[in-house]
């Protein structure tokens, strides 16, 4: 696939020269700590200690103060509480955080997560009469409810009350449950708008600790399921976000609950970073709801016992099996249709197949981006209706396209490059030509070739153990602070550089520089197939990241390949 390779505009020199003074750094790492808005000594220090203290204060979030008041009324009352929340990882985590907060005060909690496939996404009616029978009259909903207007209503027939923590985007109208929290409301002052579920969940039982005389770092130990619930939901860890998220990530590494010791036994770093959480963690939680049921999860999350824990985490790692079989399965079938019905040319992806795991469609889509880079849709047979997930390509907005087709559409949710939906088997042709049609008046044709973005160029003999070292402190990454990537021109290889791996799809080669003497060995997965470029000395220009590679007890730096081109 080809990509663009564009290069963020240089910042402020001013800025740069100020910070390179200040903070007795270089200019590549000035210049980075520039473009994700660091000006100032003040702000650099807030980023690279990010502190508890500087989280905002929860009661600047609206309805905080209800929910807070409801909360102390049930627990004085003697009520039953539900805690709800989606079967996803941020609604398990956020599940587990609160649930086990409030069992911490009061033992009458009862957990809930909806069925994948009998109840679907969101609030369910069936959870609202399992609240009923069972005498429950406070639900806390987590990380879905923004849009459960009727559901809320329901429940309030049979004196329940919900309180929503939500973060997904509201539409026209709010339910009228006693609070609803969501940063996202348009009435919602809160100075930081990118919470995750579980950040939300986050924000309500700092209030309640701080009701109650406790301090935030009473609170600490909920904070690695706060920053699983970031990688995993791909929210910006900027701001509030990466204090969470860092500090989260020090518990995990020190101190890690048994569900998610029992499931890093398998692999062995010394330092578990917000990729592992990603790709390792993350995973396993979500294999649960999609294969069997999200409760597992909140299982194995709030299990304390760790042989128990670990008996837990080996169900799950089967269930990911099976997930991997299935997605990879569903791929091969889904790619097989685009070409049956000539399809390859189309500005969307849209297929369907009565047959196809619900659980994994999420995962196709994201999978099929990667062959057609373009919004894609996966549906799938639920019940007597279709689900689809959909996912978007970086920089078009695919919540505004489907509000777009919303006379095809029974509900759907989401975000601008993530959303679900359902529609009735007789729309779904009506759909597909609609979804089309409004993405080619909408799209800019250039969003439909993949781009990398890169930081800055450089010189390689400019990456040496003090640029790397202050590097790493750029930790966590993720949206809004990605892990920096660089390009360099007039590179040759030494002259040994192969194609490798089981079916010699990635490249391995070792790099200098026409103008300096420094060299470094390099990987680029997946880019087998750019060998040419490189052979006979060829000059070549590399986009790359930079990482440190352990290979038999040796430490050195390496070149992560992302793209290479003569």
Known sequence: MNTRWTIKPNPDSEIVTSLMQSLGIDKPIARLLAQRDINTFEEAKKFFRPNLNDLHDPYLMKDMDKAVSRIEQALAEGENIMVYGDYDVDGTTSVALMASYLKKLYPNIATYIPDRYAEGYGVSYQGIDFAADNDITLIIALDC???AIDKVGYAKEKDIDFIICDHHRPGAKIPEAVAVLDPKREDCEYPYKELCGCGVGFKLIQ???GKRGETIESLLIYLDLVATAIGADIVPITGENRVL????????NVAPRPGFKAILNQIKKEEITITDVVFVIAPRINAAGRMKHGLHAVQLLTEENELQAEQFAAEIENYNSSRKDADKTITVEALSQIEELKEQDRLTTV?????????VIGIVASRLTETYYRPTLVFTKSGDKLA???RSVKGFDVYNALEACQDHIEQFGGHKYAAGLTLKEEQYEGFKSKFEEVVSNTIDRKLLTPEISIDAEIQLNEITPKFWRILKQFAPFGPGN???????????DSGFGKCVGREETHLKCKVSQLENKSSFNAIGFNLGDKIEVIKHKNLFSAVYSV???EWKGNVSLQLKLKDIKE
């Not at 990605?482 to 040759?492: D, E």
């Open 145 to 147: 409810g923004i849009k």
């Open 351 to 359: 297929v369907y197949a009565d047959h196809w795991h619900k659980g």
């Open 245 to 252: 998220a860092y500090h989260g990530l020090h518990v995990i």
């Open 482 to 492: 990605m892990s920096p990537v660089f390009m360099s021109r007039n590179l040759t």
């Open 388 to 390: 689809a997930s959909a």
């Open 207 to 209: 209030a309640m600790a």
């Open 547 to 549: 990482d440190e590679n």
